[in-house]
């Protein structure tokens, strides 16, 4: 921590005392972004043959369901310590005062992506598009709620 030759604390540093720091809001921010983007990558490959805008197959579909679940249990909750908003943030700032809500709308991702991944091992396409819809609805379910 620096400290000035006089031995106080920096008056911003002082007055932040009970804040989160810059830096960890930071590296808070760019770890949920991190695995935001994971989930993005894996929900819109999934979408795209969803609408024939690629070809469904089945295995690759099952793959990406896989890796989706497998993102879910990394510890999203970690990415977002109390008020931890910068400007590269677009969360709101309802989170901290809802949290049970936020919680209960990671643990429906969470439970959604585990059910694709199972019926995606399936290979019934009527029934995986039919997950899927019910999965990519729970990013939607957060996003309308707690993000900007
Ligand atoms: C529990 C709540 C929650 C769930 C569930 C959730 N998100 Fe998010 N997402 C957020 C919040 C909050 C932000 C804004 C974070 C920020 O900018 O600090 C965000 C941001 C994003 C971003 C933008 C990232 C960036 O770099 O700005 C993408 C893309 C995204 N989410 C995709 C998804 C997808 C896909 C799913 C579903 C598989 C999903 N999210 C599920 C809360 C959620």
Redesign the pocket.
């Known amino acids: 921590m620096y400290i000035r030759r006089n031995g106080l604390l920096p008056l911003t540093l002082a007055l932040c005392s009970t804040c989160v720091q810059a830096d960890d809001v930071a590296k808070a ?1 760019d770890y ?2 991190g695995l ?2 994971v ?2 990558y894996n ?1 819109t490959s999934m979408s795209d043959m969803v609408k024939g805008e690629t070809a469904f197959d089945p295995a690759a579909f099952a793959r990406y369901a896989e890796d ?1 679940a497998a993102a879910t249990w990394l510890d ?1 909750l970690a990415g977002f310590p109390e008020d931890s908003i910068n400007d ?5 700032d309802t ?1 901290w005062l809802d949290w049970d809500k ?1 919680q209960k ?2 643990e429906a ?1 969470k439970a959604q992506s585990a059910k694709l991944r199972k019926v995606a091992a399936g290979g019934d396409e009527a029934a995986m598009k039919e997950q899927f819809g019910k ?2 609805k ?2 939607k379910g ?2 309308d709620d ?2 900007n």
Do not use: N, Q
């Open positions: 921010v949920r972004h935001m983007h989930y993005a929900v989706l999203l590269e943030s677009d969360a709101g989170i936020f709308k990671y991702l999965t990519a729970t990013c957060c996003h707690f993000k």
